[in-house]
Structures are given as structure tokens and as C-alpha cells.
């Protein structure tokens, strides 16, 4: 056996290792956020919400065909893939940095030949770049994106291999100019389809220029290499002619692109400016989170391990010490002003960059050490397998049908033919798209998602697939049409309106939209039963249907003007898991579980429907058993009970 086979065998292990944690740990079916909505995009080929993301969708569709489990299993897989590829690469990179890139030659000839067994010369090299790559792997946020159906699996993907071909095309040993200069192409070309996948790719900028410059020199000949490089980086950008090519999708056609105003809007992801840079406030609170998260990522001791790789870089190359400083720092300063709740993708470079730290803190380490450098490689294994069992629990989605379950207790709570008007993106509405446009699940039911309605493609979505919803309020439609196109060409200027003027114009649009949700009410019933759920009636803010009583249903709330008690509704047999989980999103389900019987007991008691009512706040006491609301309620049937008596 040759260092050629272990350096390859390692590379197999890499791949083959993570990817069968991952498939141990694989979302089973659909998650939070996007997860639905995501495979319904790759299924059917949709558009999908800014950017579009049309390279990872037609890739999703291709890996779709593979004849295992059903559509949103076969896309977890897809994940699940790709950050084994990834990680893989990452091996090799590390190879490179530490053979080629960071340390001189006489260095590393020495470190080999310091070594006992001069058959296997590279083996330590071998394994401690294995050792990063696994530290990668399971660190918490890179082991989660894989879990499941996310752009981020490609992006991850993405960011290993154009710093690869960045630092090949920078290598100064590279005697071929012509070999450099196609690494330059190489690299420009593939940097544009990263951007085809994810705009973030924009937080390689400012160290890749720097460490461009630096190597190349503030000179004519660096800045016609890059006029030269933006041809294959344009060619790359072509894919986005996916966007105007599938805006007619019947299914799914989010932004609408069939433009260039609209295709615009939609690549440059113009509908969440708002939420960038938009205060110190957000700032603080994103760095205090992320603060709070980063030294879990992996498990706190190898960030010690860190910060000795990176004295080593800088010891002995300068330039890379700052490009890793520069992108560290830069990705946490913009990722920190977006304003969103699941923020940690955002930080993935930051995770990349630690990973090689570490991997350069173990080098220093063992080479620092008087004692056989194989043997303190191979113990050295400890260390991912520490974080491996560490984050496992925190990372195992294997069963996680906590979204699945509370899709599906939405559509029980839901009455044949009626329409569900909802803000729960997170938690339910993307899941619904996939399984209504995929396995036709309840078709029966109208969805309308409330906070899309505030987009003006997505009322030629109602169009298409509720044409009875549209025609029934037509003229609420046509008028709310022109105050929506107002907000979304000026969408900052009606956000923080500075005239009289602005604030009158937001009032109309506002005014607008209110009329438009009346009209979804009114229009509908009683012909339809109209439900909300609880957050919409928990806002203070826009309130519609104040003419109608709110009947608790399950996890939803009914519109009626009907006073009496309805005997013939049936309580829906939820299924679900309670959970402790401290998360949002699981404390978000279990608090909606909780709401929902601690309304229909408060509605029942109205009705003097006690014994019933007594049920269901015991089901809130096994969800929660601290809460007071229950338990004084429950209190007050017992006084009501004993005074009937």
C-alpha cells in the first residue's frame, strides 16, 4: 500500500462516513421554513422564492427520479449528498493547503522526515486533514442544513470548491501560466453558478479580492485577467433563464418573472431588503445570538484548537491568516444585520473558516510534540468523534414528524370545502403546498397564505387555483392590484414614510387590504366555512371580520355570525409528540396545541359544556403543566359544577 491509496481511502471515508450519519439522522419528510415548498419547486419545476435557485432545482429534479421513499425523502437524500461531497472536497482542500498553500516546502519535508515510518511519509498529513473535514461535518449547523431539503446543501457545496480553484489559481508555485489562468476561468465560471444558487456567495468578496490583489498585485495585467473572468462568470449567470422559461408554471410561479422588471426583483431577493441593515437593534440581537450558538458548533474545545491554527497561518503565511480574518469578520458583520429568526445558515463560511483553523491547530500541535506523529494523528481522531456524539442528539431528525403532524392536525381541524387563511409559513403552509400539489391531500380546502397576499404574483396564484375566491371578490382584488404595485416599486418609502403625503398613500394601501380580507369573509360565508389561525387573531394589528363571532375549532378559529352552540362538530383527533424542546419553532407547535384547548374549553364553557371543557384542559396541563390559565380554569368549572349541584 502506497500514501496514493491512503490519501484516496481517507477521501472514501470522508464521503462514506458522513453520509451515513446523515442518512441515520435524515428528516423522514417535511420540516420547518421552506422544506415544502422547496420540494414542490424541484417535483414540478416551479419557481421558487427569491432568488429562484435555478440550478439546485433542476438538480433536485433530476435526483427525484431515484426510486427511494417518496418525493420529499428522495430531496432530504439530495442534502444529505451533497454535504458528503462537500465534506470530501473539504479533505482534499485541506490536503492542499497544508502541502502546497500555507507552509514552505522545507517545512513540511521536514515534518514528513521527522517521521518513523518513512513508507507512509504523508499518512499524518492524510489524517489530520480527515480529522478537519469530519470536525465540518458534524459541526452543528453544516450537519443540519443535510438533514433535509435546503438550498444551503449546495451552497455548502459551492463555497469549498471556489475557494479550492481560488487558491489553485493563486498557488505562486505554479510555474504553467497556462494551467493558472485556466484555474482562473475555472474559478470565475463556477463562482457564477454559486450565485445562480445562493446571493450569499457575495461574503467571499472581500477576502478573495484582497488575496487576489495581494498575490497578483495592484496592476494592469490583474485587472484584464478580470474583464477576462467575467465572461465565464456571465456565461454561468444564463441559468437564470430557467426564471422567464417556467414563469407560466401552472403550480408555482413565485415573482412571477416573465420580465426583466420582474426577474429583477426576484434575483435580487427585493422583497427582503426590508430586513437588512434596517437597525442597531437587529444587530445586537443577532450577535448576542449568535454569540450564544457559535462556540456549540463545535462543542467548545476545538475553538481552542482554533485559535492555535490560526497563530500557526499567521506564522507562516500571512496573506492566508488574513484572507480566513477577512471573511470570518465580514460574513459575521452582514450576515448580523438580516433580520430573520433562522440566521445560522448565514454564518456557514464563518463554520468553513474554523474548520480550517482547527485542522491547522491539530498540524501545530502534533508537530510540536517530541513523540511519533502517526500515533498523535490517529489519537487525534477523538476529536470529531467527541463532537460527533455531542451533536448527535441535538442533529438527529430521524424522527422529526413534528411539522408533518401539525400540517396534518391543521387540515383535521378544517371542515370540507372551507378556506384556511393563515401567516404560518414556518410551521405549516410551506408543507402544505407539497403535499397538496404533490400527493393531493384535502384539495377540498382553500389555503391562502395572508402575508403573500401582500404580493401581487401571488394573486394570480389565486387566480389560477382558486378562480372561485377571485371572482367572488373580484372588485377588492382590482382595487387592492394598483395599491399593491405602489408598495412593492417604492416598498421603503411606504415602510418608513417621511410626508403626510406617504403616510396618507400607506393608509390607502392598507386601506385596501383590510377590504380585501373582509371580502374573503363576507364573499364566503356561510356558502364556506372561513378559518383563521391564532396568530392572525392574537395580532392587534390589521383586524378583518369584526362583524363575525370566532369560533375555536381546533387548531383553527371559525368566522360565524351564528350565536348558538353547533352540536354537530366533532373534535379532531389530533396526533403528535409533546416535546421539551426549547427551540422556536417546536415551543411554537406545543404553544399552539396548548392555545388550541384552552379556546374551545373557554368556548365550551360558554355553553356550559363542562365535562368536555374539563377534558381538554387536562390535555393543556400535559403540555404544560406550570401553566396558571388552565388550572384557573379549570378551577372555575369546579366551583360552576358544585353550584349547579
Not at 445562480?196 to 467571499?204: A, K, P, Q, S, V
Not at 483553523?357 to 491539530?362: A, D, L, R, Y
Amino acid at each position: 500500500m502506497t500514501d496514493k491509496y491512503f490519501k484516496y481511502l481517507f477521501a472514501f471515508l470522508s464521503f462514506a462516513n458522513t453520509l451515513i450519519i446523515y442518512i441515520l439522522t435524515l428528516a423522514p419528510t417535511v420540516g420547518f421554513i421552506d422544506t415544502g415548498e422547496l420540494a414542490t419547486d424541484c417535483l414540478k419545476l416551479c419557481i421558487g422564492h427569491p432568488t429562484g435557485y435555478p440550478l439546485f432545482t433542476m438538480i433536485g429534479h433530476i435526483f427525484a427520479f431515484i426510486p427511494i421513499g417518496d418525493g420529499i425523502y428522495r430531496l432530504n437524500l439530495m442534502s444529505a449528498v451533497m454535504g458528503a461531497v462537500a465534506v470530501c472536497e473539504f479533505y482534499f482542500l485541506m490536503i492542499f493547503l497544508f502541502t502546497v498553500y500555507v507552509f514552505p516546502k522545507d517545512f513540511i519535508k521536514k515534518f514528513i522526515d521527522e517521521q518513523e515510518n518513512k513508507n507512509f511519509k504523508n499518512l499524518s498529513i492524510y489524517l489530520i486533514a480527515f480529522i478537519s473535514s469530519l470536525c465540518l461535518a458534524f459541526s452543528v449547523t453544516f450537519w443540519n442544513i443535510c438533514n433535509g431539503i435546503e438550498v444551503y446543501s449546495l451552497h455548502i457545496l459551492f463555497l469549498i470548491t471556489v475557494n479550492f480553484l481560488f487558491f489553485k489559481a493563486c498557488d505562486i508555485t505554479v510555474r504553467n501560466s497556462v494551467n493558472k489562468e485556466r484555474y482562473w476561468l475555472l474559478f470565475a465560471f463556477v463562482l457564477g453558478l454559486s450565485f445562480t444558487n445562493h446571493l450569499t456567495t457575495i461574503f467571499l468578496a472581500p477576502s478573495t479580492l484582497f488575496l487576489y490583489f495581494a498575490v497578483n498585485g495592484f496592476n494592469k495585467l490583474s485587472f484584464q485577467r478580470i474583464l477576462i473572468m467575467a465572461i465565464p462568470f456571465a456565461v454561468a449567470l444564463t441559468l437564470y433563464i430557467y426564471l422567464p422559461v417556467r414563469a407560466d408554471n401552472p403550480v408555482l410561479s413565485w415573482g412571477y418573472p416573465d420580465n426583466l422588471v420582474n426577474m429583477y426583483r426576484h434575483i435580487s431577493a427585493k422583497q427582503f431588503n426590508v430586513w437588512m441593515f434596517s437597525s442597531t437593534e437587529v444587530m445586537k440581537k443577532q450577535l448576542e445570538h449568535f454569540i450564544e450558538f457559535y462556540p456549540k458548533e463545535f462543542f467548545y474545545f476545538p475553538l481552542i484548537i482554533a485559535v492555535i491554527g490560526l497563530f500557526s497561518i499567521f506564522r507562516f503565511n500571512k496573506k492566508f491568516f488574513y484572507f480566513t480574518i477577512v471573511l470570518f469578520i465580514f460574513n459575521i458583520f452582514y450576515a448580523s444585520n438580516y433580520d430573520i429568526h433562522d440566521i445560522e445558515s448565514y454564518y456557514i463560511s464563518v463554520f468553513i473558516v474554523n474548520a480550517v483553523w482547527i485542522g491547522f491547530g491539530i498540524f501545530y500541535i502534533i508537530n510540536k510534540i517530541k513523540f511519533n506523529k502517526l500515533t498523535l494523528s490517529v489519537l487525534a481522531l477523538l476529536i470529531p468523534l467527541v463532537i460527533v456524539m455531542k451533536n448527535y442528539k441535538e442533529c438527529d431528525e430521524s424522527r422529526n414528524y413534528y411539522p408533518y403532524e401539525f400540517m396534518q392536525n391543521i387540515f383535521k381541524s378544517a371542515r370540507q370545502n372551507s378556506i384556511i387563511i393563515s401567516s404560518q409559513w414556518d410551521f405549516w403552509l410551506a408543507s402544505a403546498w407539497y403535499f397538496q400539489y404533490i400527493h393531493n391531500v384535502r384539495p377540498d380546502i382553500w389555503v391562502i397564505d395572508k402575508e403573500l397576499l401582500r404580493r401581487s404574483w401571488y394573486i394570480r396564484h389565486i387566480q389560477i387555483h382558486y378562480p372561485r375566491i377571485y371572482e367572488l371578490s373580484r372588485t377588492e382584488f382590482e382595487n387592492f392590484l394598483p395599491e399593491l404595485y405602489k408598495f412593492e416599486n417604492e416598498t421603503s418609502r411606504y415602510l418608513t414614510p417621511k410626508t403626510e403625503f406617504d403616510k396618507q398613500e400607506l393608509m390607502k394601501i392598507n386601506n385596501a387590504y383590510i377590504a380585501l380580507l373582509n371580502s374573503l369573509v363576507d364573499k364566503n360565508v356561510p356558502e364556506r366555512s372561513v378559518y383563521t389561525t391564532y396568530e392572525i387573531e392574537q395580532s392587534k394589528t390589521e383586524k378583518f371580520g369584526k362583524d363575525y363571532l370566532r369560533v375555536p375549532e381546533g387548531l383553527l378559529m371559525r368566522y360565524t355570525k351564528e350565536k348558538g352552540f353547533d352540536s354537530t362538530y366533532q373534535e379532531p383527533d389530533f396526533k403528535y409528540e409533546i416535546t421539551k424542546n426549547p427551540d422556536y419553532y417546536y415551543e411554537f407547535l406545543m404553544q399552539s396545541y396548548y392555545d388550541s384547548y384552552l379556546y374551545r374549553a373557554n368556548y365550551l364553557m360558554n355553553f356550559n359544556k363542562f365535562d368536555k371543557a374539563e377534558e381538554l384542559l387536562k390535555k393543556c396541563l400535559e403540555l404544560d403543566n406550570q401553566r396558571a390559565d388552565a388550572k384557573m380554569l379549570l378551577k372555575k368549572i369546579s366551583e360552576l359544577k358544585a353550584n349547579i349541584k
